[in-house]
């Protein structure tokens, strides 16, 4: 089992940035890869981004590329996304996940979730 829990959202301005952390603690969270989603009012769950269980390879939905990072430290069990450049469309409930696999930007892959912090960004 892995608990996840995320903070750092809130609400901002356009072009903006916020940086959420996501604290796992558990089993051995070096071994996930790990991901964060979102997902905003009347929408489906989306992938924002991942990182593999070494931290070696990312990937990014098209819509955040360049202005979001994701970074993860096993030595402290934590996954981060800075977020730069934010816009009103990346307004969302954003979630941490964790998962054995490699398919990284599918949400059923994922084996564990955190409860989600709110991201507003206004105009």
């Known amino acids: 089992q892995v608990q996840l829990v995320e903070s750092g959202g809130g609400l901002v301005q356009a072009g903006d940035s916020l940086r959420l952390s996501c604290a796992a603690s558990g089993r051995t969270f070096s071994g996930y890869a790990m991901g964060w989603f979102r997902q905003a009012p009347g929408k489906e769950r989306e992938f924002v981004a991942a990182?593999?269980?070494?931290?070696?390879?990312?990937f990014y939905a098209n819509s955040v590329k360049g202005r979001f990072t994701i970074s993860r430290d096993n030595a402290k069990n934590t996954v981060d996304l800075q977020m730069n450049s934010l816009k009103p469309e990346d307004t969302a409930v954003y979630f941490c996940?964790?998962?054995?696999?490699?398919?990284?930007?599918?949400?059923?892959?994922?084996?564990?979730w955190g409860q989600g912090t709110q991201v507003t960004v206004s105009s």
């Open positions: 990182i593999t269980w070494s931290g070696g390879s990312t």
């Open positions: 996940a964790a998962g054995l696999t490699w398919v990284l930007t599918a949400a059923s892959r994922y084996d564990y």
